[in-house]
């Protein structure tokens, strides 16, 4: 039988040899990827590969993304308490937790409506009451909450939409994938002083941003 207790010694499992070796060192987002429950937001008969070093289907054809690269994005983004932040593609509702776990107020976002409901329901059943979930196109934001502190975008957009980047604040963060369908680099923009910055990460392959902002249907 596959235990709590099992779950918890997967979760360290997966900081020690693939998060801190590839270069993860913040400790808040190391302990944010213990402390959320990963195998919560897998379908039944992929529990026990939840911890497991590659992204995971999660349904409707779309995915979870690997343990490694949610820990990347959430470390580039410098997520503070009380930061207001934008989680676009809620997929399962994972890395909303992440960032709810370090201490943001998250609104997050995702096209598919059934996988939207069952974030929400998923993300109240285990208590992330400050998350947000919105059924919809994110490609270009979600005008109606921002300025946002920072953005994350987990789908893969040809380009970087400007409605986007003028829903930062100051200081704010926006991580997302760009490139063609098969391979992207992961982007930092950092805005401060009212100029904006940018700053490539890891190569990365993500499913597609389908909307306005995005990739056409
Ligand atoms: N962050 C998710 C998680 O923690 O499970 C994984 C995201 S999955 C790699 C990408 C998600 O983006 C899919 O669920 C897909 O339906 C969604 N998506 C694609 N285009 C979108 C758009 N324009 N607006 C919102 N969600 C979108």
Redesign the pocket.
Known sequence: MVTTQHFEGFAREMVETQLRPRGIHDERVLDAMLRVPRHE?VPPQFVAAAYADH?LP?G?T????QPYI?AAMTEAARVSPGDKAL??????????AILACLGARVYT????PR?AEE?RLRLARLGYQIVEVIC????EGLAAHAPYDVI?V??AAPSVSPALLNQLAEEARLVVPVGDLYHQDLLLYFKHGGEMTVRALDPCQ?????????WPE
């Open positions: 937001f992204p999660i409707e779309e995915t979870i993304s949610v989680d676009v593609g809620t997929g399962s509702g994972y890395q909303a976002i995702e096209r598919n996988l974030a919809g196109d994110g490609s994350m987990s789908a993500f499913v597609p941003l389908i909307g306005r902002g995005g």
